[in-house]
């Protein structure tokens, strides 16, 4: 009999290299305007990113184009976009955008990601050291699951029911079966207000799946939103040189704006 539960312990017991071991944190820089240089640092584990890996064939550890380039876009209208404003990140990542907002002068920045501990710790690790943060209130992390009720993020507000005045989504519409959580989060947390509207970037790195990625902006304009596309940036090379399809795609980060169609 003994032998009969070695072969059973054989057959259920996992190879020794079946769970891969964690990544470590990275960190990679930024160049403002300015020329001043800021540090991130990018969370090296997160069961989030087996979900990510699964859809975009890459883990979550990376400065992504379009949160590059949304930070670019927000530094050149300052001004006009950030300062005195009040901001939502969703799925901030390393939170460089709201970082920037922080940067330039904005009122409320509230920065938010999938509620896990690891991505928390490391985005309030980011605002810690780049904004060399000592509790002001001004800006605020949170984890937050898209679609779900965001008075928690909303209280950060000085008015809660007003909601904010511009919303940053950098590279998140390529999960296409949140489309309709993301849209609720955007109903639910954007000021009703003409001045009011939610950034919206993305590559599409699967340039197949292009279609796809679009159609979250059918889901917005149902939702009551006018979609308008604001920018369209060729980057020098794509991320990840090996990957199939359209290299121009890969290299191209689409900017569009979602505004309320009709204001109360």
Known sequence: MAGEDDLLDSLFQEPEDFYQPEKPATHVEYRLHSGDTIALRLVGHSPLWRDAALLTGREGHYLWNAGKVIADYLEQRGSELVKGKTILELGAGAGLPSI????????????????????????????????????????????????????????????????????ILADLVFNHSEHSKLVASVQKSLKKSVDARALVFFTPYRPWLLEKDLAFFEVARKAGFSVEKTLEKVMDKVMFSEDPGDELLRRTVFGYELRWVEVS
Do not use: Q
């Open 100 to 167: 920037v907002c922080a940067l330039k002068g904005a009122r409320k920045v509230v920065i938010t990601d999938y509620p896990d501990p690891d991505l928390i710790a490391n985005l309030r690790e980011n605002v810690r050291t780049v904004l060399a943060y000592n509790g002001d209130p001004s800006v605020t992390v949170e984890g937050y699951l898209w679609g779900s009720s965001p008075d928690k993020i909303l209280s950060h507000l000085d008015e809660p029911s007003a909601g904010f005045d511009m919303l």
